[in-house]
């Protein structure tokens, strides 16, 4: 996989591409700020980049922003933001932006909660793959809403249980072992999920992320 990186810490960038080029993925770029990236990624399109959120200048959403960005231009490339911190409003466009291009991946993890390695590459690749990687945190900072407007209100328990791991990235079948249910009932939820949200006539993968997120305003 070819893989961009744009992290204003040196220290971790370099042990990044350390760990990347040692799981046989090539390291196109790395550098530290939104600008750099950007004209790193223009004349020739990585697989996926990662991306922090606060870097220079101001160390605000600089990286997010970015993000956006190439969500936008280049549709074919994967995103995964690594951070520190859960920006609400980027996180949520650029988590239910969709081109209607094509199917790109798109991931959110933190720093202090990726626990081993593997976790980190197992996200890396699901994204490259077109599908999704979120931390359960990002996904709960995300969703914390009053009941008065929460549209998940309308879900049984069994299809927040659902929902929570599709936040996160997970296949039915995934779904099917973390809840220790057959496939069948996941699908059985997850097609309740897309008609109480109004999502029954949305197309493809998008609606799986847009099933926990649609509602959320900046």
Same mark, same amino acid.
Do not use: C, N
């Given at each position: 996989m070819r893989v961009m990186l744009a992290e204003d810490s040196t220290l971790l960038r370099e042990g990044l591409v350390r760990l990347l080029a040692e799981e046989g993925h090539e390291v196109a770029a790395a550098v530290g700020d939104a600008d750099a990236l950007l004209a790193a990624v223009e004349p020739a399109p990585p697989d996926v980049v990662v991306?922090?959120?606060?870097?220079?200048?101001? $160390?605000?959403? &600089?990286?997010?922003?970015?993000?956006?960005?190439?969500?936008?231009?280049?549709?074919? #490339?994967?995103?995964?933001?690594?951070?520190? /911190? %859960? &920006? *609400?409003? /980027?996180?949520? &466009?650029?988590?239910?932006?969709?081109?209607?291009?094509?199917? $790109?991946? #798109?991931? /959110?993890?933190? *720093?202090?909660? %990726?626990?081993? %390695?593997?976790?980190?590459?197992?996200?890396?690749?699901? #994204?490259?793959?077109?599908?999704?990687?979120?931390?359960? &945190?990002?996904?709960?900072?995300?969703?914390?809403?009053?009941? *008065?407007?929460?549209?998940?209100?309308?879900l049984t328990p069994r299809e927040r249980d659902v929902l929570d791991h599709m936040a996160q990235g997970h296949t039915n079948a995934s779904i099917a072992a973390h809840l220790h249910v057959s496939q069948s009932a996941v699908e059985k939820h997850v097609n309740a999920i897309f008609d109480k949200l109004d999502l029954s006539h949305a197309s493809g993968y998008s609606r799986r992320v847009l099933a926990v997120l649609r509602y959320l305003g900046s």
């Open positions: 991306v922090d959120v606060r870097m220079p200048p101001t $160390h605000t959403d &600089e990286g997010l922003r970015a993000a956006l960005e190439i969500r936008r231009r280049w549709p074919q #490339v994967g995103v995964l933001v690594l951070s520190q /911190y %859960v &920006e *609400k409003r /980027y996180a949520t &466009e650029l988590i239910t932006s969709d081109t209607g291009r094509q199917r $790109h991946g #798109v991931g /959110y993890l933190l *720093k202090d909660r %990726v626990a081993q %390695v593997d976790e980190f590459l197992d996200a890396l690749d699901r #994204v490259g793959d077109g599908g999704a990687a979120f931390d359960p &945190e990002v996904v709960r900072q995300l969703l914390v809403r009053s009941s *008065k407007a929460d549209p998940l209100s309308r």
